[in-house]
């Protein structure tokens, strides 16, 4: 039965992960690699994204509720339990989070993603899965 269930989770996982500026989910990074592009009294994460595909990255991540980060690639980044992405958006007040503390940072793809970004993004959602499964004790 579950692995019924899951095929049709799959699915609904790769089919957010290939749309333009859909949210990846909550990694950690270090300093160097999560330091801010812009900082926001009204940040959200569709504005980070939007910031960041202007300047041609493929991923935007916002933490500590105000600030947006834009990465060419997640190299440097590891995946995060998503309660740890408990930092509301400044700029949205219908519950989305900003990441976190202490590197914790919400991450999106933008419309700038490239094939190689779409490579990507399947390979970090596949990550993610595993750490789900192990999470669950799949």
């Not at 989070?97 to 990507?120: F, H, I």
């Given at each position: 039965?579950?692995?019924?269930l899951?095929?049709?989770a799959?699915l609904?996982?790769l089919?957010?992960?290939?749309?333009?500026?859909?949210?990846?989910?909550?990694?950690k990074?270090?300093?160097?690699?999560?330091?801010a592009?812009?900082?926001?009294?009204?940040?959200?994460?569709v504005?980070?994204?939007?910031?960041?595909?202007?300047?041609?990255?493929?991923?935007?991540?916002?933490?500590?509720?105000?600030?947006c980060?834009?990465?060419?690639?997640?190299?440097?980044?590891?995946a995060?339990?998503?309660?740890?992405?408990n930092?509301?958006?400044t700029?949205?007040?219908?519950?989305?989070?900003?990441?976190?503390?202490?590197?914790?940072?919400?991450?999106?793809?933008?419309?700038?993603?490239?094939k190689?970004g779409?490579v990507?993004?399947?390979?970090?959602a596949?990550?993610?899965?595993?750490?789900?499964?192990?999470?669950?004790?799949?």
């Amino acid at each position: 039965m579950a692995r019924i269930l899951a095929a049709p989770a799959v699915l609904l996982l790769l089919i957010g992960v290939v749309s333009a500026q859909s949210l990846i989910g909550c990694y950690k990074g270090d300093d160097a690699t999560v330091s801010a592009d812009a900082e926001s009294a009204d940040m959200t994460n569709v504005d980070c994204a939007a910031h960041c595909g202007a300047q041609g990255k493929a991923y935007a991540a916002t933490g500590e509720g105000k600030y947006c980060t834009c990465l060419a690639d997640l190299s440097g980044l590891t995946a995060a339990p998503d309660a740890e992405c408990n930092s509301p958006c400044t700029g949205d007040h219908t519950g989305d989070m900003c990441g976190g503390a202490d590197g914790t940072v919400t991450v999106a793809s933008t419309a700038k993603s490239s094939k190689r970004g779409l490579v990507e993004k399947l390979r970090n959602a596949v990550m993610k899965m595993k750490y789900l499964s192990s999470k669950n004790g799949f």
